[in-house]
């Protein structure tokens, strides 16, 4: 049985699904008439809600304008009573009961109230005499002619000037206003007239339409048979269409309402409805509202009746309520639009699939293979990163090429910066010459693609015309790959060419390429992470033999130095021992502050703090310097020293002549120490560069033990030397040539070795560039410490001292010197050399008591250490200057760094002196500062 299911539901299938494409179509039209029908459905709905809300709009206007009528009916009831209890009012009278009443203040929409008086058509003179006494001198009664009852406007409140003008008008006299007259007095109630123009309107430009409201006020007169023997008059209400609408609902305001209304009345004249006010005409003009959205009530007013029409306004609807219906209906049409197409789709797909099974068949086992490719492919790339060797590394990176793509064999070329690749790997393919001199612009051709040098790729003629003829031969030869990368995390722009030998259409497909290119550029990564690793295992090396070095390069001197301050504690030695003892101790502590020096300069170098002060120099009086301190160390070796000058040099120059000294006795020292027989020379000249610009050449030549290739590359770094024999021998820090080198590039030029041959000597070569100064006298060079102390007193004068003719044994005498100094040793040091220059010396351990020993002895100058226990040297030296001391803070500190003495300037010291520091200069420091103002 389940074997006959099956084939009926296939039948099935192929019948309503492939066979009838009309069933989907009969679905969208089933869709378009759902969505029509959902938009008249929402359409209907919210005309329903919008006549509701209009239904409550208008009942309120029309329960405003009922009940001010209801009040204008009420106001003429009262006036009846009030003339039929108390007779004929005056119009005082008649004011006062108005005003009484606050008729106008609860009927705002009311233009007047007032009283017609019956009368015969003999009493008219009397009447107009009375009325002219009464305060109107002009008082007429208007207009005349026969008619069968005389009324005349004795009474109107209020008295403007509007309603002054139908003072003893007589009503009854105009066939619309008789008309109404005389239905109130046949009912007894109010009646209205048809729409009129009010006799105080008649002189305007644009009269404005009224209504009057009369009804009859009657004596008692039981017996009369005609209500016109009754008649005293009648009291009436004086509409003004546009008053009354804006007194009852206010100034219409288009934004603040949400409908309009028009009310017409029925004119039986014209036995028709006439317009008598619209609330909004000129506003709504071309406003659209959705729909046929309206509402018309009639209104009884009195004995007529009115029909107004209820508009909204295009505010009345919420701004989303005119586009509910189309984009609910647009909502539901994209919907089962959706619906529709996945139907269709699916009926395509399954015919297509019927069609197509053995394409499909195959796309599936492609994307079967792309997944399995990528599979391998990240575990080929796990595999390179694990390698930490560059040779291991290679033989695996072979392996997977061949694994993956059966590449038989490849070569990999690395270019460093912007010269040629060299072979750093080959396996059995060692066609391929050692370097490929290819330009900068391949690179940026062939970019990190693969190209395949027998497919007919369009860029493939130019990139084998970069090759030599004999590469490409190789590479046309056989199928051969050509593929680049780039190290990225080495620190520069190194790149790897990778030439690969396969089989053909080995990058036909682009995941084929993609996993190529993406195991190329693992290589270099893990190629660039062993580089890495070699050099930081290199630098270790390093580190560890500097180290060692330096430590016997400190302890050397600092043996000396211990070993004769044992010596000095004897008590039988002579006096010329001691002098010599002391000799060696001052020039191993000064080895030892070089050293130093030298360790802080290439730190300085490495962080880019290093600064250069140019000045005026005069180069033959430093080269008899270099001479002078040269020839005391080349006859201790008992070998030549000479200068000599090639060429006309500039006798003053532009440049730093501390650090050109300082490279100079560096390289001439080298020189020096590794000669042993024979002598050195230095030779300088002026020369052009490779730019054209002039420089001094400096040649120090040496005929000493030399340098081998293999040692040259090390030659200029940091704590290395060309080979650890030659540390062990004629000892050294590795420091010198280095920090030479980098000083001589600061300056703009540069330091190399220019020829060397082992045993025979060697020739270094230093250039400067210069700009040629003045002949005149140069400025002698300002020290680090007179520059800070001309900044912290750039408003003194500048005294001169001649220190020849000065005894520094006295040269302090009197003077009070505050030392805050917290190393005992230290303090014995200083006060000695100062107590022997005549100064007398108060110590304070710490900062707070150096603070409170200022201000209690008042020292002429205070020596305050930086590093000292409880309030360091700044906070100290802030806090005196805070408090009002102004004599001279000298800073004692053992940091030599620039920001250290900025530092120290900006906390309100005048100077520095370095430790550690002889007592001469120490002397000398303290005398120029207490000199320094005149």
Same mark, same amino acid.
């Given at each position: 049985?389940?074997?006959?299911?099956?084939?009926?539901?296939?039948?099935?299938?192929?019948?309503?699904?492939?066979?009838?494409?009309?069933?989907?179509?009969?679905?969208?039209?089933?869709?378009?008439?759902?969505?029509?029908?959902?938009?008249?459905?929402?359409?209907?709905?919210?005309?329903?809600?919008?006549?509701?809300?209009?239904?409550?709009?208008?009942?309120?206007?029309?329960?405003?304008?009922?009940?001010?009528?209801?009040?204008?009916?009420?106001?003429?009831?009262?006036?009846?009573a009030f003339i039929q209890t108390g007779g004929m009012p005056t119009p005082?009278?008649?004011?006062?009961?108005?005003?009484?009443?606050?008729?106008?203040?609860?009927?705002?929409?009311?233009?007047?109230?007032?009283?017609?008086?019956?009368?015969?058509?003999?009493?008219?003179?009397?009447?107009?005499?009375?009325?002219?006494?009464?305060?109107?001198?002009?008082?007429?009664?208007?207009?005349?002619?026969?008619?069968?009852?005389?009324?005349?406007?004795?009474?109107?409140?209020?008295?403007?000037?509007?309603?002054?003008?139908?003072?003893?008008?007589?009503?009854?006299?105009?066939?619309?206003?008789?008309?109404?007259?005389?239905?109130?007095?046949?009912?007894?109630?109010?009646?209205?007239?048809?729409?009129?123009?009010?006799?105080?309107?008649?002189?305007?430009?644009?009269?404005?339409?009224?209504?009057?409201?009369?009804?009859?006020?009657?004596?008692?007169?039981?017996?009369?048979?005609?209500?016109?023997?009754?008649?005293?008059?009648?009291?009436?209400?004086?509409?003004?269409?546009?008053?009354?609408?804006?007194?009852?609902?206010?100034?219409?305001?288009?934004?603040?309402?949400?409908?309009?209304?028009?009310l017409e009345a029925f004119d039986r004249r014209l036995d028709r409805y006439?317009?008598?006010?619209?609330?909004?005409?000129?506003?709504?003009?071309?406003?659209?509202?959705?729909?046929?959205?309206?509402?018309?009530?009639?209104?009884?007013?009195?004995?007529?009746?009115?029909?107004?029409?209820?508009?909204?306004?295009?505010?009345?609807?919420?701004?989303?309520?005119?586009?509910?219906?189309?984009?609910?209906?647009?909502?539901?049409?994209?919907?089962?639009?959706?619906?529709?197409?996945?139907?269709?789709?699916?009926?395509?797909?399954?015919?297509?699939?019927?069609?197509?099974?053995?394409?499909?068949?195959?796309?599936?086992?492609?994307?079967?293979?792309?997944?399995?490719?990528?599979?391998?492919?990240?575990?080929?790339?796990?595999?390179?990163?694990?390698?930490?060797?560059?040779?291991?590394?290679?033989?695996?990176?072979?392996?997977?090429?061949?694994?993956?793509?059966?590449?038989?064999?490849?070569?990999?070329?690395?270019?460093?910066?912007?010269?040629?690749?060299?072979?750093?790997?080959?396996?059995?393919?060692?066609?391929?010459?050692?370097?490929?001199?290819?330009?900068?612009?391949?690179?940026?051709?062939?970019?990190?693609?693969?190209?395949?040098?027998?497919?007919?790729?369009?860029?493939?003629?130019?990139?084998?015309?970069?090759?030599?003829?004999?590469?490409?031969?190789?590479?046309?030869?056989?199928?051969?790959?050509?593929?680049?990368?780039?190290?990225?995390?080495?620190?520069?722009?190194?790149?790897?060419?990778?030439?690969?030998?396969?089989?053909?259409?080995?990058?036909?497909?682009?995941?084929?390429?993609?996993?190529?290119v993406s195991m190329i550029g693992q290589f270099a990564m893990s190629y660039?992470?062993?580089?890495?690793?070699?050099?930081?295992?290199?630098?270790?090396?390093?580190?560890?033999?500097?180290?060692?070095?330096?430590?016997?390069?400190?302890?050397?001197?600092? $043996? %000396?130095?211990?070993? +004769?301050?044992?010596? *000095?504690? @004897?008590?039988?030695? =002579?006096?010329? /021992?001691? #002098?010599?003892?002391?000799?060696?101790?001052?020039?191993?502590?000064?080895?030892?502050?070089?050293?130093?020096?030298?360790?802080?300069?290439?730190?300085?170098?490495?962080?880019?703090?290093?600064?250069?002060?140019?000045?005026?120099?005069?180069?033959?009086?430093?080269?008899?310097?270099?001479?002078?301190?040269?020839?005391?160390?080349?006859?201790?070796?008992?070998?030549?020293?000479?200068?000599?000058?090639?060429?006309?040099?500039?006798?003053?120059?532009?440049?730093?002549?501390?650090?050109?000294?300082?490279?100079?006795?560096?390289?001439?020292?080298?020189?020096?120490?590794?000669?042993?027989?024979? $002598? %050195?020379?230095?030779? +300088?000249?002026?020369? *052009?560069? @490779?730019?054209?610009? =002039?420089?001094? /050449?400096? #040649?120090?030549?040496?005929?000493?033990?030399?340098?081998?290739?293999?040692?040259?590359?090390?030659?200029?770094?940091?704590?290395?030397?060309?080979?650890?024999?030659?540390?062990?021998?004629?000892?050294?820090?590795?420091?010198?040539?280095?920090?030479?080198?980098?000083?001589?590039?600061?300056?703009?030029?540069?330091?190399?070795?220019?020829?060397?041959?082992?045993?025979?000597?060697?020739?270094?070569?230093?250039?400067?560039?210069?700009?040629?100064?003045?002949?005149?006298?140069?400025?002698?060079?300002?020290?680090?410490?007179?520059?800070?102390?001309?900044?912290?007193?750039?408003?003194?004068?500048?005294?001169?001292?001649?220190?020849?003719?000065?005894? *520094?044994?006295?040269?302090?005498?009197?003077?009070?010197?505050?030392?805050?100094?917290?190393?005992?040793?230290?303090?014995?040091?200083?006060?000695?050399?100062?107590?022997?220059?005549?100064?007398?010396?108060?110590?304070?351990?710490?900062?707070?008591?150096?603070?409170?020993?200022?201000?209690?002895?008042?020292?002429?100058?205070?020596?305050?250490?930086?590093?000292?226990?409880?309030?360091?040297?700044?906070?100290?030296?802030?806090?005196?200057?805070?408090?009002?001391?102004?004599?001279?803070?000298?800073?004692?500190?053992?940091?030599?760094?620039?920001?250290?003495?900025?530092?120290?300037?900006?906390?309100?010291?005048?100077?520095?002196?370095?430790?550690?520091?002889?007592?001469?200069?120490?002397?000398?420091?303290?005398?120029?500062?207490?000199?320094?103002?005149?």
């Amino acid at each position: 049985m389940p074997k006959l299911r099956y084939p009926r539901l296939q039948r099935l299938r192929q019948f309503f699904v492939l066979s009838h494409e009309w069933n989907v179509f009969i679905i969208l039209l089933i869709i378009i008439a759902i969505s029509l029908t959902s938009w008249w459905t929402v359409k209907v709905h919210l005309e329903k809600e919008w006549k509701a809300r209009l239904a409550a709009e208008s009942g309120k206007v029309m329960a405003r304008i009922e009940r001010e009528f209801e009040g204008y009916s009420q106001s003429l009831s009262d006036a009846r009573a009030f003339i039929q209890t108390g007779g004929m009012p005056t119009p005082k009278q008649f004011q006062r009961y108005i005003e009484s009443s606050e008729l106008f203040r609860r009927f705002p929409g009311l233009q007047g109230i007032a009283f017609t008086e019956k009368m015969d058509r003999a009493s008219i003179p009397v009447f107009e005499k009375r009325m002219r006494s009464y305060g109107y001198p002009d008082f007429n009664y208007w207009p005349q002619g026969d008619q069968a009852l005389y009324t005349s406007i004795s009474l109107i409140q209020p008295e403007d000037w509007r309603n002054k003008k139908a003072l003893g008008y007589d009503m009854y006299s105009e066939p619309i206003r008789r008309e109404a007259m005389d239905k109130a007095l046949k009912t007894g109630r109010p009646s209205m007239t048809d729409p009129i123009t009010l006799v105080q309107d008649t002189t305007e430009v644009t009269p404005q339409i009224g209504l009057l409201v009369y009804l009859p006020v009657l004596k008692d007169n039981p017996d009369a048979k005609d209500p016109r023997e009754s008649l005293l008059g009648f009291s009436y209400s004086i509409v003004n269409i546009t008053k009354f609408f804006n007194g009852t609902l206010g100034v219409p305001q288009f934004y603040n309402e949400k409908v309009n209304y028009r009310l017409e009345a029925f004119d039986r004249r014209l036995d028709r409805y006439v317009p008598l006010y619209e609330r909004f005409s000129g506003e709504v003009q071309g406003a659209m509202t959705p729909g046929e959205v309206k509402m018309v009530q009639e209104v009884p007013v009195f004995d007529k009746t009115w029909r107004i029409t209820f508009v909204p306004l295009p505010h009345f609807f919420n701004w989303y309520e005119r586009y509910i219906p189309i984009l609910f209906a647009f909502v539901t049409l994209v919907m089962l639009s959706v619906i529709f197409l996945a139907l269709w789709s699916t009926q395509q797909f399954l015919k297509f699939s019927e069609k197509h099974k053995d394409s499909l068949a195959q796309i599936s086992k492609n994307k079967s293979d792309e997944i399995l490719l990528i599979r391998r492919l990240n575990a080929v790339i796990a595999d390179l990163s694990s390698a930490i060797d560059a040779q291991p590394l290679f033989e695996k990176f072979r392996a997977h090429l061949h694994e993956v793509f059966e590449v038989s064999d490849c070569v990999v070329y690395v270019r460093e910066d912007r010269g040629p690749y060299e072979k750093r790997f080959e396996g059995e393919l060692s066609v391929f010459p050692d370097t490929l001199d290819l330009p900068w612009e391949f690179d940026q051709f062939l970019a990190e693609k693969v190209f395949d040098t027998r497919s007919k790729a369009e860029g493939l003629p130019k990139l084998f015309s970069w090759f030599s003829p004999e590469v490409r031969r190789i590479l046309e030869s056989a199928p051969y790959y050509v593929g680049r990368s780039v190290m990225h995390e080495s620190g520069k722009s190194t790149s790897v060419l990778i030439l690969m030998k396969g089989t053909q259409n080995l990058v036909a497909g682009t995941i084929m390429e993609y996993a190529l290119v993406s195991m190329i550029g693992q290589f270099a990564m893990s190629y660039d992470k062993a580089i890495l690793l070699r050099r930081a295992e290199d630098a270790n090396v390093m580190k560890s033999s500097f180290l060692a070095n330096m430590s016997h390069e400190i302890r050397t001197p600092l $043996g %000396v130095i211990v070993g +004769y301050s044992e010596i *000095l504690a @004897e008590d039988d030695l =002579e006096k010329q /021992e001691k #002098q010599q003892i002391v000799k060696s101790v001052k020039r191993n502590g000064k080895e030892l502050a070089r050293l130093i020096d030298d360790i802080l300069d290439i730190s300085k170098v490495e962080a880019g703090k290093l600064h250069f002060e140019m000045a005026q120099v005069n180069l033959e009086n430093l080269v008899q310097e270099i001479k002078s301190i040269m020839e005391v160390r080349a006859t201790d070796r008992k070998i030549q020293f000479n200068v000599a000058k090639l060429s006309n040099v500039p006798n003053y120059i532009i440049t730093d002549d501390i650090r050109l000294k300082q490279i100079l006795v560096n390289v001439v020292g080298n020189a020096v120490k590794f000669t042993e027989k024979g $002598g %050195v020379k230095l030779l +300088y000249k002026t020369s *052009l560069d @490779e730019h054209g610009h =002039e420089v001094i /050449e400096f #040649q120090i030549q040496d005929s000493g033990i030399g340098i081998s290739e293999r040692h040259r590359q090390n030659l200029f770094k940091a704590f290395s030397q060309g080979d650890v024999s030659t540390t062990r021998k004629y000892g050294g820090t590795g420091l010198g040539l280095a920090l030479s080198k980098r000083l001589a590039e600061l300056l703009g030029g540069d330091l190399y070795l220019l020829e060397s041959s082992v045993g025979k000597g060697s020739t270094f070569s230093l250039r400067i560039p210069f700009k040629q100064a003045s002949t005149s006298l140069p400025l002698p060079r300002q020290d680090v410490n007179a520059a800070k102390v001309a900044h912290a007193f750039e408003e003194s004068s500048l005294r001169p001292i001649d220190w020849q003719s000065l005894d *520094l044994h006295h040269l302090l005498k009197g003077v009070r010197i505050l030392l805050v100094e917290d190393s005992e040793d230290n303090q014995e040091i200083f006060q000695h050399f100062l107590n022997n220059a005549g100064a007398e010396v108060r110590v304070a351990e710490d900062g707070e008591k150096g603070v409170a020993e200022t201000f209690a002895w008042d020292p002429d100058l205070v020596l305050m250490d930086i590093q000292i226990p409880k309030k360091d040297g700044k906070q100290a030296t802030r806090e005196i200057r805070r408090r009002g001391f102004t004599k001279p803070v000298i800073a004692l500190t053992a940091h030599a760094l620039t920001e250290e003495i900025e530092s120290c300037l900006d906390a309100g010291c005048n100077g520095q002196i370095t430790k550690p520091v002889s007592g001469e200069l120490l002397v000398q420091e303290v005398y120029f500062y207490l000199n320094h103002r005149g």
